[in-house]
Every structure is written in structure tokens, then in C-alpha cells.
């Protein structure tokens, strides 16, 4: 069965400080993997996908992640954080039909 | 462009009443649509989801169920609400595709409070 671990439950950076939030992944297959970002009391939107194809895949509002197939991982990345990126942000694993599998989130708290 | 409509955005129920919370999608045709939970600290739990008018997959036993009675519209009910079914549910589209590389795109989720 597919999982993602989100090592880190809480996460605080200084505004303008680079960020790099971990997931690790388990699947037998390529997966397809997500990062999502939830504000408080609202929905998640996807900031960036991973198909196949270049490891390095481009988000939305400058985020980017890093697919390493022998860590089994996909950290997502920012090179300086805005005040506006305090969010709660999640991994998820595509590897079955219909079954996306949602890691526990990190929240991002940004500090002046 | 699509959209995804989902309300009540709050309600506060009182322990054995009926739910039913509705979810719309707009700009798209045969969606595959889903129904989420979220509890604190424990991510996302997928409840029920569906690929067409009247298919309904169960992912884990409860007191909810879903219905799909239009195309672009899925529904979420119990007969007799929980305490244990407080939390802030979430509705979800992707493109049905016959693959599992679609992201899913979700609502404004609604937040249920049982008392």
C-alpha cells in the first residue's frame, strides 16, 4: 500500500529565510506526486506535480520540489519565504486508481 | 474554467439529527468526484468517491453516505449524526482520465460542529 510521511509537523522560518519542507514517499511503481497548501479554514490548492520526466518540477507562487527517486522523496522548496506562505502543507501519492494518499501536513508559521 | 462549489461553509448540528452537505462542480463533464475528511493532525481521509451518476465507492465504513445524483453534483448524508462526525469536510474533482495522474482540486470545505 502507498503512504507519504511529513516528518515535520511544525515548521518556523524567518521571512525572506529559504524553506525546504520533507516528504518521503512508499510505492512500488513511478508515483505521481502533489504538494498542496491549505490556509486556515479553507480549501487545499495544488501548488505543483510530479508526472515523470525532470526531477525538478515548478510550482505556483515560486515554489518548487525535487523528485529523488532513491530517497524516496519529494521536498518541496522555496528560496525566500513571504509572510503569505504561512499555510499548512501537504504531500500526496497517486499510485493506484483513484487513490490518492494524503500526508499528516507541516504547518508553516513565517516570522517577521 | 472550473469551479467547485461546496456549502453550508459552517453548521452546527445537534447530535442525532440528519446531515446533508452538497458539492457542485461547474466546467466539466464526468469528474470524478470525492468526499474527504480532515482531522487535526491526521491529514486527509478519504470517505467516499465516485466516477459516474450513481456509482459510489466507500472507502470506510460509517455513519455517512454519498450520493451522486447529477453528474456534477455529489452529496454527503447521515440519517443520525455523531459527535464523532465533527470535522471540516472537504469535496474534491479531478478529470477522469483511466489514469491516477490527475490532481484533484478541491472546495472551500464546510466545517461541521455536532453538539
Known amino acids: 500500500a502507498q503512504s507519504v510521511t511529513q516528518p515535520d509537523i511544525h515548521i518556523t522560518v524567518s521571512e525572506g529565510a529559504s524553506l525546504e519542507l520533507r516528504c518521503n514517499y512508499s510505492y512500488g511503481a513511478t508515483p505521481y506526486l502533489f504538494w498542496y497548501v491549505q490556509s486556515p479554514g479553507q480549501g487545499l490548492q495544488l501548488l505543483l506535480k510530479y508526472f515523470s520526466g525532470d526531477t525538478l518540477v515548478q510550482g505556483i507562487k515560486g515554489f518548487e520540489a525535487e523528485f529523488k527517486r532513491s530517497q524516496s522523496s519529494f521536498n518541496l522548496r522555496k528560496p525566500s519565504v513571504h509572510w503569505s506562505d504561512a499555510a499548512e502543507y501537504f504531500c500526496a501519492v497517486s499510485g493506484g486508481y483513484q487513490k490518492v494518499t494524503f500526508g499528516t501536513g507541516t504547518k508553516l508559521q513565517v516570522i517577521p | 474554467s472550473q469551479t467547485i462549489h461546496q456549502w453550508p461553509a459552517t453548521l452546527v448540528q445537534p447530535v442525532g439529527s440528519p446531515l446533508s452537505l452538497e458539492c457542485t462542480v461547474e466546467g466539466t463533464s464526468n469528474p470524478n468526484l470525492y468526499w474527504y475528511r480532515q482531522a487535526a493532525g491526521r491529514g486527509l481521509q478519504l470517505l467516499f468517491y465516485s466516477v459516474g451518476i450513481g456509482q459510489i465507492s466507500s472507502e470506510v465504513p460509517q455513519n455517512l453516505s454519498a450520493s451522486r445524483p447529477q453528474d456534477r453534483q455529489f452529496i454527503l448524508s447521515s440519517k443520525k449524526l455523531l459527535l464523532s462526525d465533527s470535522g471540516f469536510y472537504l469535496c474534491?474533482?479531478?478529470?477522469?482520465?483511466?489514469?491516477?495522474?490527475?490532481?484533484?482540486?478541491f472546495g472551500d470545505g464546510t466545517r461541521l460542529s455536532i453538539l
Open positions: 474534491a474533482w479531478s478529470v477522469e482520465t483511466g489514469w491516477d495522474n490527475q490532481p484533484q482540486h
